[in-house]
């Protein structure tokens, strides 16, 4: 089927503001992750989920930053009072579940954020 | 804490010349390492990955990388790169006591001259 994909492409913000970002990952992965991307850096983890559970939270950088997951589906990650370093291109990922840890992630094409 | 290291953030090279782009990472434990690429206006896709068994890895279009336990290093090479092969590259590890949680590096921007 179709790979993952994220929703917005592009969001533009004011700060303060909260936004949600959406990934509808790979059908049938039941593993799914959020990493953000700031310019001229490497992905940083945010958060994992198996399922609908999110058994590593650890990478979430404040409690601004929260994600969901819905029937082994879509997720949203939600980023409230936004703050300009919060600007960055978030990346969310989905892979089999399988339990393995050798599995490939499938990337969407990520949502690039900018908050004025 | 884990961390990834790539040595080079930018990489100009001809067609046919080789390539090695250095990957390091700190961690005691075992690991299960990657090699991610992400081609101009495409998404991140998997090149190779090691988990276990022989030490080297091959991957698509002609990539390679070597696991060296000791060195704490997961090098990528290729033989003779293509002006396709203009993208950019970042290692990844997962630390098996880690959970699912991935550390990635800063990526290396390789740009090969036609």
């Known amino acids: 089927g179709a790979g993952v994909s994220q929703s917005p492409s592009n969001k533009v913000t004011e700060k303060g503001k909260d936004v949600e970002l959406r990934c509808d990952p790979i059908?049938?992965?039941?593993?799914l992750y959020w990493y953000r991307q700031r310019l001229g850096q490497g992905l940083e983890f945010l958060i994992y989920?198996?399922?609908?559970?999110?058994?590593?939270k650890s990478g979430l950088p404040s409690d601004r930053f929260s994600a969901e997951r819905t029937g082994e589906s879509v997720s949203t990650l939600t980023i409230q009072r936004t703050q300009q370093e919060d600007s960055a291109v978030y990346l969310c990922?989905?892979?089999?579940?399988?339990?393995?840890?050798?599995?490939?992630?499938?990337f969407g094409p990520g949502t690039r954020l900018l908050v004025l | 804490a884990q961390s990834v290291s790539q040595h080079n953030h930018h990489v100009i090279l001809s067609e046919a010349a080789s390539l090695e782009l250095g990957c390091n990472y700190s961690y005691g434990g075992t690991v299960n390492l990657f090699w991610y690429v992400q081609y101009p206006g495409q998404h991140l896709q998997l090149l190779l990955k090691y988990f276990s068994g022989d030490p080297l890895v091959k991957g698509i279009k002609g990539f390679e990388a070597e696991f060296i336990k000791s060195k704490f290093s997961f090098n990528l090479r290729k033989p003779s790169v293509q002006w396709s092969d203009t993208a950019e590259y970042f290692c990844?590890?997962?630390?098996?006591?880690?959970?699912?949680?991935?550390?990635f590096g800063a990526g290396t921007r390789l740009f090969v001259k036609a």
């Open positions: 990844a590890v997962i630390s098996i006591t880690g959970g699912f949680k991935t550390i």
């Open positions: 989920f198996q399922g609908n559970s999110a058994p590593d």
């Open positions: 990922a989905s892979s089999l579940g399988t339990g393995a840890q050798q599995e490939t992630q499938y």
């Open positions: 059908s049938g992965h039941t593993a």
